[in-house]
């Protein structure tokens, strides 16, 4: 006798009970409307269990314990009750078979679709977006505070009419010294100790990076016949030791107007107006001379110090430790342009006159910011730099 499909191990998704296995005059059927309510009950049988929710490993246990051909429950129907049936029952087991392997049939097929749209429907339910859950947000940063400092710059300077221009890091040392007036064996060369490039043997000019960012200077005034007027934001190197006031690269932003009738006024008004508006409009300025070779006059200007109020005593009494008490804080230097230089640029010397201002950014921020160690601005500790958002 064949045994019957046991799928799952439990009986919930079996067709048998022991009726399918026995035959059916041991079952006692020897009437026609017997074997008639004996497939009714089979077929309510299999009606309860194929109307269960179902995915396709379970469609396919029920299909098997029903229509699987070794031992589903119509191979046992077909093995025990059709073949073994007496010559009176065989028509009409006959007859209950087929209608019964229909109806599996055309049910099952129609599970079939059911469970495969809904395993289409718990994708679809997995898969969709729910556009009511808040997004990822991504910190988006901010600007470096040098990156700060130099927009606040230049922004002032936009005020008055400059325009930004920008220039290599890597320079020949014409531009960097020469046509600045500076030539080779001048004194002034030994405060800029200079990073030379490696070049290959046979390099015609060497390079350099540049010490500063007055090259600029002699870039624009190449390119463009007066008026003159911009600023050059950028990196500088020197071979400096670090520490808290050094370091092999710095910031800078050089300025440069240029016109026929540019004078020592516009010059010290126009820093003024500068400096007023980095640092508040209650500071004074003065210059005190000074000396650059691509300037003459050249000037060292001085802001009275903004954080004691120009007194050199600090609030709660003692001495100002930002300007240690001289009441005055050293800036930048500048002057009008040293006629020499325009000879480098082909610029009328009789005609032409300005003026030009080197200033080092990392300490204007340090001293607007109170930063007391120029290395943080490298270091990028984002401890630091989360202070500037
Ligand atoms: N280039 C100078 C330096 O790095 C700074 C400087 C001074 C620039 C005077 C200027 C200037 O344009 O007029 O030390």
Redesign the pocket.
């Known amino acids: 006798m064949l045994r019957p499909f046991k799928a799952t191990g439990t009986d919930a998704m079996s067709s048998s009970d022991n009726k399918t296995e026995r035959t059916l005059a041991d079952l006692g059927v020897t009437q026609p409307d017997q074997v008639v309510s004996l497939f009714a009950e089979v077929r309510a049988r299999f009606d309860s269990q194929a109307s269960r929710p179902l995915d396709h490993p379970s469609w396919e246990i029920l299909r098997q314990s029903w229509l699987g051909r070794k031992s589903g429950a119509l191979t046992l129907i077909t093995e025990n009750w059709l073949k073994a049936a007496s010559p009176d029952l065989k028509r009409s087991v006959g007859q209950e078979l087929n209608k019964l392997k229909a109806h599996l049939e055309t049910t099952l097929d129609e599970r079939k679709l059911d469970a495969q749209s809904l395993a289409d429907h718990s994708v679809s339910i997995r898969e969709r977006v729910d556009l009511s859950l808040p997004g990822v947000i991504r910190p988006i940063g901010s600007h470096h505070l040098i990156r700060q400092v130099f927009q606040e710059i230049e922004d002032i300077f936009f005020s008055i009419g400059f325009s930004v221009v920008e220039g290599p890091e890597i320079e020949t040392p014409y531009y960097n010294f020469e046509a ?1 007036n500076i030539p080779e064996f001048h004194p002034v060369r030994d ?2 100790d200079t990073f030379y490039l490696d070049l290959p043997k046979g390099a015609k000019t060497p390079l350099l990076l540049r ?4 090259p600029m ?1 002699i870039r624009t005034m190449e390119k463009q016949k007066p008026p003159v007027r911009v600023i050059v934001p950028g990196k ?1 190197y020197r071979r400096d030791n670090p520490d808290a006031t050094h370091s092999f690269a710095f910031h ?1 932003i ?3 107007a240029v016109d026929t009738d540019i004078t020592f006024c516009d010059f010290t008004g126009t820093i003024e107006y500068f400096v007023k508006q980095f640092f508040g409009p209650s500071v004074k300025t003065r210059f005190r001379p ?1 000396y ?1 070779p ?2 003459e006059p ?1 000037v060292e200007f001085d802001v009275s110090c903004p954080f004691c109020g120009g007194t050199g005593t600090a609030s709660g009494g003692g001495t100002c430790a930002k300007c240690k008490g001289a009441a005055w804080i050293e800036l ?4 009008m ?1 040293d006629p020499a230089v325009y000879g480098f640029v082909n610029y009328d010397a009789k005609k032409a006159s300005g ?6 950014i990392d300490r204007l921020a340090m001293l607007k910011y109170g930063i007391d160690d120029i290395q943080v601005f490298f270091q990028n500790d984002v401890r630091f730099l989360r202070q500037f958002p």
């Open positions: 600045l405060d800029m010490t500063h960012t007055s200077q500088v800078q050089e300025g440069l000074s650059f691509f300037t050249s930048f230097g500048a002057g342009v003026f030009a201002f080197g200033i080092g």
